[in-house]
């Protein structure tokens, strides 16, 4: 009986290790068939790796526009601020910092407040900065791009009452009875 129950666990084990080699030889195999079944378009596009599809490429200049032009705007704050509210280290929490009171993420804002008072940047800017944000109106909770806007505007000057990245506040709100962005 032992020797029954023992031969059939081998011819089992067999049977597996012979089903899962079959497997691993047939997906070694998928590759090649796959090549050989593309169009001719896409075995030219394969052969050249250097060559990338539009939509890649597009994004990747967009990428790099978007690193350029944060740059710039930390070149702009060095020139335009004083030391301790233009270095790179003190617009990058400061613009958090106030991106974050804006939102009412106070935990959050503290604990950046902690770094940005380290790094020994201006607090007087920051405050400044945020009553420029304030004092702007309302901005419409999904558009990131001009809370972003606004942000680097009041960074950059606190004192202006609008920026050019935010719009001015004209007579559409007369008009239309909505607080402008």
């Given at each position: 009986?032992?020797?029954?129950?023992?031969?059939?666990?081998?011819?089992?084990?067999?049977?597996?290790l012979?089903?899962?080699?079959?497997?691993?030889?047939?997906?070694?195999?998928?590759?090649?068939?796959?090549?050989?079944?593309?169009?001719?378009?896409?075995?030219?596009?394969?052969?050249?790796?250097?060559?990338?599809?539009?939509?890649?490429?597009?994004?990747e200049?967009?990428?790099?526009?978007?690193?350029?032009?944060?740059?710039?705007?930390?070149?702009?704050?060095?020139?335009?601020?004083?030391?301790?509210?233009?270095?790179?280290?003190?617009?990058?929490?400061?613009?958090?910092?106030?991106?974050?009171?804006?939102?009412?993420?106070?935990?959050?804002?503290?604990?950046?407040?902690?770094?940005?008072?380290?790094?020994?940047?201006?607090s007087?800017?920051?405050?400044?900065?945020?009553?420029?944000?304030?004092?702007?109106?309302?901005?419409?909770?999904?558009?990131?791009?001009?809370?972003?806007?606004?942000?680097?505007?009041?960074?950059?000057?606190?004192?202006?009452?609008?920026?050019?990245?935010?719009?001015?506040?004209?007579g559409?709100?007369?008009?239309?009875?909505?607080?402008?962005?």
């Amino acid at each position: 009986m032992r020797l029954a129950y023992c031969t059939a666990a081998i011819l089992l084990a067999g049977g597996l290790l012979s089903n899962s080699v079959s497997i691993a030889m047939a997906e070694e195999a998928k590759p090649d068939q796959q090549a050989e079944q593309k169009p001719p378009e896409q075995k030219a596009e394969a052969k050249d790796g250097d060559q990338k599809p539009a939509d890649q490429a597009t994004a990747e200049q967009q990428a790099e526009a978007r690193i350029r032009q944060e740059i710039e705007q930390y070149r702009d704050a060095a020139a335009a601020l004083s030391p301790t509210a233009g270095a790179p280290e003190c617009v990058w929490t400061g613009r958090r910092i106030a991106t974050l009171l804006w939102r009412d993420d106070m935990d959050t804002a503290l604990r950046y407040i902690g770094l940005y008072d380290r790094f020994g940047c201006s607090s007087q800017h920051l405050k400044l900065a945020f009553r420029c944000m304030v004092e702007q109106g309302p901005i419409d909770p999904k558009a990131q791009d001009r809370l972003a806007a606004r942000v680097q505007g009041c960074w950059l000057d606190p004192q202006g009452l609008t920026t050019t990245a935010t719009g001015t506040a004209g007579g559409s709100t007369a008009r239309s009875g909505t607080i402008p962005n």
